[in-house]
């Protein structure tokens, strides 16, 4: 079993940046991948970025070159760098977790940005960029 807390939401203007942190407790992260993912009202929770266990990563579209998913295995943290941040990408941000099988190559293949492959959830914590 493992228990997700993200942290660092906040309310920034357009252009802004934050810094979201996901800290684990209950198993070790080095056997599971990891994942940012996003629900703004009314929408559908969303796959935002994800990291392998190899530290190899995947970025929606609309994040690329903006965002950037990085892990600490060491101290079971996952981070989500996010600059130059729009109205757009006000939502409520989770972090997700599933643990890698053996017979699957990679994490990209396994779960990639899936809603439904991750098992482990955080609560949430809140972007909100003003115009």
């Known amino acids: 079993q493992v228990q997700l807390v993200e942290s660092g939401g906040g309310s920034v203007q357009a252009g802004g940046s934050l810094r979201l942190s996901c800290a684990a407790s209950?198993?070790?992260?080095?056997?599971?991948?990891l994942a940012w993912f996003r629900q703004a009202p009314g929408k559908e929770r969303e796959g935002v970025a994800a990291?392998?266990?190899?530290?190899?990563?995947l970025y929606t579209n609309s994040v690329k070159g903006r965002f950037t998913i990085s892990r600490d295995n060491a101290k079971n943290s996952l981070f989500l760098q996010m600059n130059s941040l729009t109205p757009d990408d006000t939502a409520m941000y989770y972090c997700?977790?599933?643990?890698?099988?053996?017979?699957?190559?990679?994490?990209?293949?396994?779960?990639?940005?899936?809603?439904?492959?991750?098992?482990?959830w955080g609560q949430g914590t809140q972007v909100t960029v003003s115009s």
């Open positions: 990291t392998g266990i190899d530290g190899g990563t």
């Open positions: 997700a977790a599933v643990r890698r099988p053996p017979s699957a190559w990679t994490c990209a293949l396994y779960a990639g940005l899936a809603v439904g492959k991750y098992t482990y």
């Open positions: 209950g198993d070790t992260y080095s056997t599971y991948c």
